[in-house]
Structure formats: structure tokens, C-alpha cells
């Protein structure tokens, strides 16, 4: 999908997943996007010059002196007056999670991308919203300038907003709480992995290698309890909806023409307990994980979910239509 109105990206997301395809072999019914090489999405690289475009939506990042303005005060000084403002950073897949499902919601949302060199998370407005000082924080300019923080919980608001249709969450109590446990398990196992490895193996003062291997090992048991799951209901569905052959097991999985179909981890639709996964899969290729090779069903439930026209605009950081 080539990006709208001529504009250009602005997010600084890894391309990891850049070649992510599935096979075309499968009889797969989904839609053939998918099966596009990533790329022809135009999931972007970071392009500094959108920085300035950036701060002239919400005013001059410095005043005639030189001396940086606080951005966040002007910002809460002057809110807009609908929609939702979306606190983020240019490389937080935390906060491109909020974006992804603001997105498929359709809910009117502009981002605020923080500078952390200049320390903008900790500043004090900031921390009024957010009292963790870390990215993603939302203002909801239709709730009485509500903020909520914490991106999990970010989530659940955004669903429970949208409760009328709620096409991401459920109205079953047992079904959340299931997305529920998902959720939980992303934001406090998942992502935070992630961010150790990333941080023993790229910013840490020294090189410790045992620190590396332990992030990078809880990493891949974290993703083999996903794969486990959606490899499950892989399964599950082949045995349903193909022949015979595949529940007597004379036939290799692999082998079904549901093999490549998407799968989803909880109630048969995509919902927040799947996208809240999506942008840490996308960098996940930095500490040396490929999903391709090593979870071949996350690979393809990752490859479904960014073939999606909205996941595919909020990662390039394009606020809502
Ligand atoms: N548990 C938090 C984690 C947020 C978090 O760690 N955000 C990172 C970016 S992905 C951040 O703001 N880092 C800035 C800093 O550490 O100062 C959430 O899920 O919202």
C-alpha cells in the first residue's frame, strides 16, 4: 500500500521484517497483499528532515534565543479540541502499539513524538500524565482531556471507548479476560525482554555477555509459548476444516490448504491480544531472533498483521485519515 496524500514517513521502526512473505504455493483465501514483498508497503526509514514538519505542527522547538521551549506545555497549554493526542517516540514500538490500534479503531488521533535527548518524557507536564516518564501516555480530548498511560492499558481504554462496535476487544467477560492474559503477558514479559537484550546488546557501557544470552533466552522462550498457541490452533482448524487425511494424520500439516491462513490468539478474529505483539516483532531481527526460521507461525500471524492497510499506516507514523 503506497502511503496517502503524498505523505512521507516519519516513524524510525525497523525494516526488519522486510521480506516477509508467505508462500505462495498455499491455496491461502487471505488477501493476496500479503504474499507482496513488504517493501512495496513502504514501511519507511527514518528520514531526519520530517523532524521539522514535525515540531511545525505544534509549534517551534526553540525560541529566538536558541533555548529549547517546553513543547509539552504549549501542547497542554493549547489541546486540540477532539480526537485523541498520542505521546510518543520516533523508535518506541510501545507507542507505535498505541498507534496501530488507534488505527484500526478509526479513532482521530494526532502523535506528539518526544525528544528523549532532550529529555522531554521527564519533563513536568509530561510526568502529569504520566507519572512512569516513559512513552506512550494519550490525552482523550472527547473524554474532558482524560490521560491514561501505560500502553496495555491504553489498549483496553481505546477498546472499552469503542465499545459499541469494539471490533478489537470482546463483550464477553471470559474472552477479555483471556485477551486479557495476553496482554499482560506482552507488556510485562514480552516487550521488556526485548528492551534488556536490545539495551545489553547495543547501548550498555560494557559488553556482558551472560546478560546478552539471558535476555536473549527468555526472549525465545517467550515467543515458543506464542508459537506453541497459535501452532495449537493451527492444528485445531486443519483438523475442522480440511479432509480427513490430515485427522487421521496421513498427511503432513503443511500440506493443508489452510496451512498459510490467518490464525488469531484468541476467539477466531484478530483482537488487541494479536496487534499488541506486532511492533516488537518488527525489530525483533536486532538481537538476532529469526522468526522466520525459528517460530514459523509467529512469522506468519506477524506477516497477516502487517499486511493490514491501517497497521501499515500507523507504523510509518501517520496519525488517523
Ligand atoms: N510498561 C511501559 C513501558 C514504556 C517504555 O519503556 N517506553 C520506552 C520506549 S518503548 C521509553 O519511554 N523509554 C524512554 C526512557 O526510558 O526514558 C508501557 O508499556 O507503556
Not at 115 to 123: C, L, P, V, W
Not at 196 to 207: G, N, T
Not at 280 to 286: E, I, L, P, T, Y
Request: net charge negative; charged share 20%.
Amino acid at each position: 500500500m503506497a502511503l496517502q496524500n503524498g505523505k512521507k514517513p516519519v516513524s524510525n521502526l525497523s525494516s526488519a521484517l522486510a521480506s516477509i512473505h508467505i508462500s505462495r504455493d498455499s491455496q491461502n483465501n487471505g488477501d493476496p497483499a500479503l504474499y507482496n514483498d513488504y517493501n512495496q508497503h513502504n514501511i519507511p526509514h527514518y528520514d531526519h528532515s520530517i523532524n521539522q514538519q514535525q515540531y511545525s505542527d505544534y509549534g517551534p522547538p526553540q525560541n529566538q534565543l536558541n533555548i529549547p521551549v517546553d513543547r509539552i506545555a504549549e501542547y497542554r497549554n493549547n489541546p486540540p479540541t477532539e480526537g485523541i493526542s498520542l505521546f510518543s517516540h520516533r523508535s518506541a514500538p510501545n507507542g507505535f502499539k498505541v498507534a496501530v490500534v488507534l488505527a484500526e479503531l478509526g479513532i482521530k488521533f494526532r502523535t506528539f513524538f518526544l525528544d528523549f535527548k532532550k529529555n522531554e518524557q521527564r519533563s513536568p507536564y509530561y510526568i502529569s500524565m504520566n507519572p512512569n516518564a516513559r512513552v506512550p501516555a494519550i490525552i482523550d480530548h472527547d473524554n474532558g482531556d482524560h490521560a491514561v498511560w501505560e500502553s496495555g492499558a491504553i489498549l483496553i481504554y481505546l477498546c472499552q471507548r469503542s465499545a459499541r462496535e469494539n471490533p478489537l476487544y470482546s463483550d464477553d467477560f471470559i474472552e477479555q479476560s483471556s485477551i486479557n492474559s495476553w496482554l499482560f503477558y506482552q507488556a510485562s514479559g514480552h516487550a521488556p525482554m526485548i528492551g534488556q537484550a536490545l539495551h545489553f546488546r547495543y547501548f550498555h557501557p560494557e559488553m556482558i555477555p551472560s546478560a546478552v544470552e539471558r535476555y536473549t533466552s527468555e526472549v525465545r522462550r517467550i515467543y515458543a509459548v506464542v508459537e506453541m498457541r497459535l501452532a495449537e490452533i493451527r492444528e485445531q482448524m486443519i483438523m475442522e476444516m480440511d479432509d480427513e487425511r490430515f485427522s487421521l494424520g496421513t498427511s503432513a500439516l503443511s500440506e493443508s490448504r489452510y496451512f498459510d491462513d490467518p490464525i488469531w490468539l484468541v476467539g477466531n478474529r484478530i483482537t488487541v491480544a494479536d496487534l499488541c505483539f506486532v511492533t516488537w516483532n518488527h525489530v525483533v531481527d536486532r538481537i538476532g531472533i529469526n522468526l522466520k526460521v525459528e517460530y514459523p507461525e509467529v512469522y506468519k500471524w506477524t506477516a497477516h498483521m502487517l499486511s493490514r492497510p491501517q497497521v501499515i499506516r500507523a507504523l510509518s507514523g501517520l496519525e488517523s485519515n
